[in-house]
Structures are given as structure tokens and as C-alpha cells.
């Protein structure tokens, strides 16, 4: 059974999802999706932004993302089920499988290499602007010559090297081996199974208007202009699957250990243990999973880059819970986003306390001053100060105790913090905090309020006149 209190994980989705909305508006990202479930159940489903910039469409639950490389774990899963059957083998060869390159310098991967991108294939192949929409995706005949050419870049098992066309053979070889196209085999024997209606391997034109916009990054402009989305070809096993948030992490859940509706225990270990450390990251990788150490936990999972959409999933398969952040920018902060949550959970689960006051939300919210903003927030039956403007929203937490019903106390900061004194709080007679007064002894005031005041505010900060609510 999880370790993992359902009660901590409600109190991290719950902050998590207004910390999104700020990041969403502090950050400038277009739109942000995200999803957390807790053992079989998605304990939160939430969207922040516009689907399209052009449009100002609102972004929702329902938008489907372009999850790109997550594709390559719904491949390895389904290459583990014909292994499962003894339709294939980890140490079969491509060009057993694949006619077309029996003396092509890939002929001798093994499948085990490709799905650990250990073969030393070739990223992308030497013209990769598909990427950017200079060209379509290869098609099969495509990706046949882009396998044929100069493809073995390194020797075998040299070291992790990358390359959505060694997962884009492995589509071909699924459809060797199981006698069905790959997204038809796909879509029967994972999609189909874990009731995902809206997830699919590849760009659907009939749901066309489903799919929320890509972005380009504000890196190189002012402004964002929208990308349309474009099939992915014979690369849809490497890079084509959309979905919801929520959708991604009901599919996640069907990798905990104990969960035999896509594979068996046995073959889910041999996914997650890792197979290569990624050099310059501090993360591994396992067979079609990506494996990062967040705190002290162990996390599998993957990110996807796709032209304007950034998305990224954890989950723990032992503690049995998941989460997916998505991204309608090129530059979406999906990595740290995701991360955070993870970080909020364990923040939670350290400070469970059953018998926690009540009372606590009363002091809950989101509070502002010329400085900046912090949020007071219950985790676990503690009170806690956090920076909603932080991309580790729990890199220096503040603990705060509470001394009266107005009158919280800090218990717990960093040097430089107010170690040991007070924060007090005037309520209005319906029970809402009007103002506090705490941290270097300044008057902060409920967010929404002070924002007005600064939006309205005309001229200069003057001495005397400050930003008053």
C-alpha cells in the first residue's frame, strides 16, 4: 500500500494548482494543463491561460497537447507486450525485423539498444528541419533512407545517445511483429484498454479544433505567433501523441507496481531500472522511461518537446502517484513545473499531523506588498510561507506556528528571515483577512486588492504615499 496520505497529496494539488496560475501570468506562458492523480483516482484536473493567442480562446481540461516524445513510452510498452507473447525478443535485431535495412549500418541494434538509446543511431537524421516546419516528417520510404545513411553516428553501447529514429524503427518493428499497423495496435492494446478517449498517436484533423495552439518562444521576439500542427509520419512512435493532461497520467498509473492492465510486474522493472545515466543531466534512463531523483524520491517518467508544446510527467510507480504538466509554448517551464508538484507532495507528507487545527485556512491566502507576493499556505497540518513567484516554490520554505486566533508566529526560516517574529493578521466580519503585518514588519494585502491598487495607481511611489489598499 502507498506510503503517500491521500490528504497530503489533496492539500500539494490544491496549492499547486493556484501556484500554476500564477506561474502561468507571471511567466507569460500562453496556457498551462496539469493533471495529479493519487492511486487510481485524478485528484486534480486543471487549465490556466488561452489556447490561442490569436484567437484569446480559453484553454480547458479538454485541450488536447501534442505530448511528442512521451509517444516513445506508450512504444516501449507496447514492445514489452509482444515480448510478453513471445512475439519478439529484446535481443532480436532490426534488420531481422526490417527487410528494407538487413546492410544498413543499423541492421545489428538490438531492440533492447534502441529502446534505451543505446544503438548509437542518429538523432533526427542529417536534415532535421522537419522540426521546424521547413518540410513534412518522414514517411516510411523517409526514414527507410535516413536509416541507411551514415545512421550508426557511434559505436553500440558507447554511451546514452538520444534518437527518435532508433524509436521510429521501433514502430516499424511493432508492426513486424504484431501484424497491424502501429497506430492500430496502439490504439487496441493501450488506448483502448485503459478507456483513454483522448489520447491518440497521432494529430487527428477531425478534432482539429480540440487541440490547443502551439507558440514560438519569446526568446527570439516580442510577441508569440501560433504553429499549426502537422502529422508526424512514420516518427508518430517517437514523437506523434496527443492527450490530456489527465489523460497522461491515468495512462502512468497503469505502470505502478501491481497494475496488470498493459504489463506484468516483471516487465515494468525491467522498463524502470536504469539502463544508462544521461551524461550533463544528473538523470537515467530505463527502457522508454526517463528516471529522475526529485528530493529523495525516485520518479520515472518523460518529457516532450514538440514545435510549441513543452510537456513533462512523473510518476512513482512505488507510492502510486502521478503528475503531467502541459505547455503551449516552445518555451513552457513543464520540467520545473512538474518537479514542483512532486516537491509539494513530499513537503506535505513531512509534516502530516492528524491532529491538525481546522483553523488554519483562515489564514490561507495569497498577499501582497510593494516587494513582491507570498502565499500562506497549509501543507500537511502546517502553516507554511511560500513564493508563488519561485520556479521551486518550496526551495525556502517559512514555517509559521500559530500563537492566537489572529497571531501567527515564524518557527522556522533562513538567516536572513524573521526568525521568531509575528505575523498579524485583521480580519473583516465575515472572516476574511483584510491585511497582515509580518516580515520586516510590512503591511501586505490580499493580492486581488493590492493588484487593483497598483493597476489604478497614478504617477509615481512617492514617500508617504506608498501603494495603499
Request: aromatic letters at 8%; glycine letters at 12%; hydrophobic letters at 40%.
Amino acid at each position: 500500500m502507498t506510503g503517500i496520505p491521500r490528504s497530503a497529496v489533496a492539500d500539494a494539488g490544491r496549492y499547486f494548482d493556484r501556484w500554476l496560475a500564477f506561474q502561468q501570468h507571471h511567466l507569460r506562458v500562453p496556457g498551462v494543463q496539469a493533471a495529479v492523480l493519487h492511486e487510481g483516482e485524478v485528484v486534480l484536473s486543471t487549465a490556466h491561460g488561452v489556447a490561442n493567442v490569436e484567437t484569446g480562446e480559453e484553454l480547458t481540461e479538454r485541450h488536447l497537447f501534442r505530448i511528442a516524445s512521451h509517444s516513445k513510452t506508450y512504444t516501449a510498452t507496447c514492445v514489452m507486450q509482444l515480448v510478453e507473447q513471445g512475439r519478439l525478443r529484446l535481443d532480436d535485431t532490426v534488420g531481422q525485423w526490417l527487410e528494407p535495412l538487413r546492410d544498413s549500418p543499423v541492421a545489428g541494434v538490438l531492440v533492447r539498444e534502441l529502446l534505451g538509446h543505446g544503438g548509437g543511431v542518429i538523432r533526427d537524421g542529417w536534415d532535421g528541419d522537419f522540426w521546424q516546419l521547413f518540410h513534412a516528417f518522414p514517411d516510411v520510404d523517409a526514414l527507410v533512407r535516413i536509416a541507411g545513411d551514415r545512421s550508426a553516428v557511434i559505436d553500440r553501447n558507447e554511451r546514452f545517445k538520444y534518437s527518435n529514429v532508433g524509436y521510429s524503427l521501433l514502430g516499424l518493428v511493432i508492426e513486424a511483429a504484431s501484424g497491424q499497423r502501429y497506430h492500430d495496435y496502439v490504439a487496441e492494446h493501450v488506448v483502448a484498454r485503459l478507456g483513454l478517449s483522448d489520447t491518440a498517436p497521432e494529430f487527428d484533423p477531425a478534432r482539429a479544433d480540440d487541440y490547443s495552439a502551439g507558440h514560438t518562444a519569446l526568446g527570439y521576439a516580442d510577441r508569440r505567433l501560433v504553429i499549426d500542427h502537422i502529422d508526424t509520419g512514420a516518427m508518430a512512435s517517437a514523437t506523434g501523441f496527443a492527450a490530456t493532461a489527465s489523460d497522461v497520467v491515468r495512462y502512468a498509473s497503469a505502470h505502478f507496481l501491481g497494475d496488470d492492465r498493459l504489463l506484468g510486474d516483471d516487465s515494468k522493472r525491467v522498463m524502470q531500472r536504469t539502463e544508462w545515466e544521461v551524461a550533463g543531466t544528473g538523470t537515467e534512463y530505463g527502457l522508454g522511461f526517463a528516471i529522475s531523483t526529485i528530493g529523495s524520491r525516485r520518479m520515472l517518467g518523460h518529457g516532450g518537446g514538440y514545435p510549441g508544446h513543452i510537456t513533462r510527467t512523473f510518476f512513482d510507480p512505488v507510492d502510486r502517484f502521478a503528475v503531467s504538466v502541459l505547455t503551449n509554448a516552445i518555451d513552457g517551464p513543464a520540467l520545473g513545473m512538474a518537479t514542483a508538484l512532486v516537491r509539494l507532495v513530499d513537503l506535505a507528507v513531512a509534516g502530516v499531523d492528524t491532529d491538525a487545527s481546522p483553523e488554519l485556512d483562515r489564514f490561507c491566502g495569497r498577499f501582497a506588498t510593494l516587494w513582491g507576493v507570498y502565499d500562506i499556505v497549509a501543507l500537511g497540518g502546517r502553516l507554511l510561507q511560500l513564493d508563488p513567484s519561485a520556479p521551486d516554490p518550496v526551495a525556502a520554505p517559512v514555517r509559521l506556528e500559530v500563537i492566537d486566533d489572529a497571531t501567527l508566529r515564524i518557527a522556522d526560516t533562513g538567516g536572513y528571515g524573521s526568525y521568531g517574529e509575528a505575523f498579524r493578521f485583521d480580519f473583516d466580519a465575515d472572516g476574511s483577512v483584510t491585511s497582515v503585518r509580518g516580515g520586516s514588519g510590512s503591511t501586505a494585502f490580499p493580492f486581488d486588492r493590492f493588484r487593483a491598487a497598483a493597476a489604478s495607481h497614478q504617477g509615481h511611489v512617492t514617500l508617504g504615499g506608498g501603494l495603499r489598499v
